[in-house]
């Protein structure tokens, strides 16, 4: 009887008590509240990042592009030839656009699928296509890819078709995020 006696007495004095448990559960609670929100930032912080480099890398095949083609921006409506094909119009100039930035290309704006040194020198300036808009605009299809071009002189803002992810104006070559809270980057 001894015997069990000192082994409850053990397990009593080794064991937590209630008021220990609680404690630890409401500290753990606090914890919890004040990291959790953090994961939530740093998602989005990833996604600005995202966009931040989806923008530069544009911009900077824009720019080799008009640099490389006497001086005029993607987007000219050109034609496009596919491997031996006779060449046909494209579509649009968004079309254009998309075609002139991830093809190959002559100074004029024609584009192929294939290299050829003499006729088409020139690009792909990105070679995986035009990236997608990891910060889209509310209503817009997740992650477009696509572009609306304009020829707007002025300044161009994040309005318009919300199946695109992107805006960008031939004219004055301003690449820009459809998404009004993001469009002065």
Known sequence: MKLLHRIRQNVAENAFTLVELLIVVIIIGILAAVAIPQFGDSATDAKVSALGSNLASVRNAIELYYHQHNSNYPGIIATHKAGAAAAVAHADVEEAFAYQLAMYSDAAGNTSD????????????????????????????????????????????????????????????????????????
């Open 114 to 185: 294939t290299k050829d040194t003499t006729n088409f020198p020139y690009g792909p300036y990105l070679k995986q296509g035009i990236p997608a808009n990891p910060l889209p605009a509310a209503g817009a299809v997740d992650n477009a890819a696509g572009v609306t071009v304009g020829t707007a002189a002025g300044p161009i803002t994040a309005e318009g078709d919300p199946a695109t992810g992107w805006h960008f104006s031939s004219e004055t070559g301003a690449f820009i995020a459809n998404n009004a809270d993001y469009d002065d980057r």
